[in-house]
């Protein structure tokens, strides 16, 4: 009997944008839109954290075809998550495709993509608000 080998890729991130190599840089690659772009509920996302200095490069290594959104937190203090002031963030951030924000945070189907047998390369402008 043949056994069909496992599909899967690679995304490679390419990040700009960072005010500053302190802290972390926070990744979160989901498929469920109920869980964009905060997917720390969210037990099938694939989370990582890359210190912002190696944070221009980013890899997620094997990841099964399907449609996915990525969201990427500048963790400037280490202490993993997003620090808001007045309900605004304080660290920067950015999206797969490099949607347009506007209030709040961008949804789903602006910032996803499909991943198939090939790896897929995207690049990720980091935005700051304060």
């Given at each position: 009997?043949?056994?069909?080998?496992?599909?899967?890729?690679s995304i490679d991130l390419?990040v700009t944008g960072l005010?500053?190599?302190?802290?972390?840089?926070?990744?979160?690659?989901?498929?469920?839109?109920?869980?964009?772009?905060?997917?720390?509920?969210?037990?099938?996302?694939?989370?990582?954290?890359?210190?912002?200095?190696?944070?221009?490069?980013?890899?997620?290594?094997?990841?099964?075809?399907?449609?996915?959104?990525?969201?990427?937190?500048?963790?400037?203090?280490?202490?993993?998550?997003?620090?808001?002031r007045l309900f605004l963030?304080?660290?920067?951030?950015?999206?797969?495709?490099?949607?347009?924000?506007?209030?709040?945070?961008?949804?789903?189907?602006?910032?996803?993509?499909?991943?198939?047998?090939?790896?897929?390369?995207?690049?990720?402008?980091?935005?700051?608000?304060?």
């Open positions: 009997m043949l056994v069909a080998p496992a599909i899967s890729a390419a005010r500053s190599e302190k802290g972390n840089v926070l990744v979160c690659l989901s498929a469920n839109p109920k869980y964009f772009p905060d997917c720390s509920k969210d037990k099938n996302a694939r989370k990582l954290k890359v210190s912002a200095i190696q944070a221009d490069a980013i890899q997620i290594a094997n990841v099964k075809p399907g449609t996915y959104a990525v969201a990427l937190i500048h963790d400037e203090n280490a202490n993993g998550k997003m620090d808001l963030p304080r660290e920067g951030f950015g999206f797969s495709r490099n949607p347009k924000i506007g209030m709040g945070p961008p949804k789903f189907q602006s910032a996803q993509f499909t991943v198939g047998a090939q790896d897929a390369h995207y690049a990720v402008r980091m935005k700051y608000i304060l």
